[in-house]
């Protein structure tokens, strides 16, 4: 078995998961993600690597370049997943780069410039609720109140989940990253959607990372009798609400060429019953793009939509809560090397958003950062299913050890 192949399946070992049918669970900060950072480490110090653990349970990997005060090239991926996860989500990007070193090692390679294999913790919002923890506290975007008043469903706080493996949240902060520490950031991972099979292509060159807009709508009608309210007399919530839905999807369809999605993900009638008019629905709202100018056009004619249906309904339509996040693009420079390499490889690539989020998109708010997507067969993830072609795993390493060669090259600029 090729090596990397091997030591994806050495790192699903650690599971809290009886069997192979409920896939993987390795938590943020659970002993099973200890366990498996440890092996990591291990494997990282036979090469003759400098590791640590960072104040915030990453794991850094360096090797050393010819100038030791040239900042670093890094790559790597997160090693916690969700209950019940597949095998490649975040495994496959920090095996990716275990594998870089241990064949750059082998090659005898020599860079110019450091590198670093990143093994972030709590990418997945699975056990606290908050996702890419670990590279918010490198990237200094980490709200150390906020995670002090996390809960898990077992009723384990987040500053107690950190000190039972042992870490301290009082000094997450120190896990902070200056910007002139790394030159880049690359990160390979599984696409997670179905662009890359569709289209018959090997590799995704990420653009940008969507980031969404979202919106918390309570809608007020008036609760009445089912059978002795006459259609036209009702002001029903839950209808405003269906006019709001209808008009979201529409609205992302006119926006399909900047890859634009709204979801009404929960729709809640509140004191609901068969035989009532719903007078009361709260609707949460999620609009997702790279682009901020076609998450904005959304807005503005969910907006109308809602002062319509307000008049021709008599409801009255209130957004409670607002919250948005601004989407990030990839490096344009590194970009354009990924695109290069597998022109001179002959790799069929596709330029792609990420609707997901990512550590990249923390990583990109201080260094250059790029993704590199393989193909998810059946865009399934998440789940047990999961599933990436070993020969799509190692044209993805290939192209990863390219690029980070590449940018290792002092004479390589990204400004
Ligand atoms: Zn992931």
């Known amino acids: 078995m090729n090596q990397a192949i091997d030591h994806l399946e ?173 030159k880049a950031f690359v990160e390979l991972h599984i696409e997670q959607a179905k662009q890359l099979e569709r289209q018959g292509k090997t590799i995704g060159v990420v653009t940008g990372i969507a980031a969404p807009h979202r919106l918390f709508l309570v809608v007020k009608g008036e609760t009445s009798h089912s059978g002795t309210t006459a259609m036209e007399d009702r002001h029903d919530a839950l209808l405003a609400a269906a006019e709001l839905s209808l008009e979201l999807e529409h609205q992302s369809i006119m926006e399909k060429d900047w890859n634009t999605f709204a979801t009404v993900g929960t729709l809640h009638v509140v004191n609901g019953a068969m035989n009532t008019v719903p007078g ?49 693009q990839m490096n344009a420079r590194i970009r354009s090397l990924i695109t290069a390499i597998c022109d001179e490889k002959g790799l069929s690539y596709l330029s792609l958003p990420s609707g997901a989020g990512h550590d990249s998109m923390n990583m990109a708010r201080r260094w250059p950062t790029a993704m590199i997507f393989v193909p998810s067969v059946d865009g399934v993830s998440h789940h047990p299913s999961e599933y990436t072609k070993e020969e799509d795993c190692l044209v993805g390493i290939e192209v990863l050890k390219e690029t980070v060669v590449k940018l290792a090259n002092k004479d390589v600029f990204l400004s």
């Open 10 to 182: 050495t790192i699903n070992r650690f599971t809290s998961t009886a069997n192979e049918k409920e896939g993987i669970t390795r938590l943020a900060y659970s002993l099973e993600e200890k366990e498996a950072k440890q092996w990591l480490m291990n494997s990282c110090e036979q090469l003759g690597l400098i590791v640590r653990e960072d104040a915030a349970g990453n794991m850094i990997a360096r090797r050393e370049g010819k100038d030791v005060n040239l900042p670093a090239v890094a790559f790597g991926s997160h090693i916690d997943t969700v209950y019940q996860a597949g095998r490649y989500d975040g495994a496959l990007g920090v095996i990716a780069g275990l594998d870089v070193l241990i064949q750059l090692n082998e090659e005898g390679v020599e860079t110019d410039h450091p590198l670093e294999l990143i093994a972030f913790t709590c990418e997945e919002s699975a056990r606290f609720g908050v996702s890419t923890v670990g590279s918010k506290a490198m990237a200094q975007q980490v709200d150390k109140a906020a995670l002090c008043s996390l809960v898990d469903k077992d009723g384990t706080t987040f500053t107690d989940a950190l000190a039972k493996v042992d870490l301290s949240v009082d000094a997450i902060e120190c896990a902070e990253r200056q910007p002139e520490a790394l």
């Open 280 to 328: 009361r629905v709260e609707m949460k709202i999620d609009i997702r793009s790279q682009y901020v100018h076609s998450r904005n056009r959304i807005i503005t004619k969910l907006k109308q939509k809602i002062s319509a249906v307000q008049k021709q309904r008599g409801v009255v339509i209130d957004i409670e809560h607002e919250e948005k996040t601004q989407p990030v």
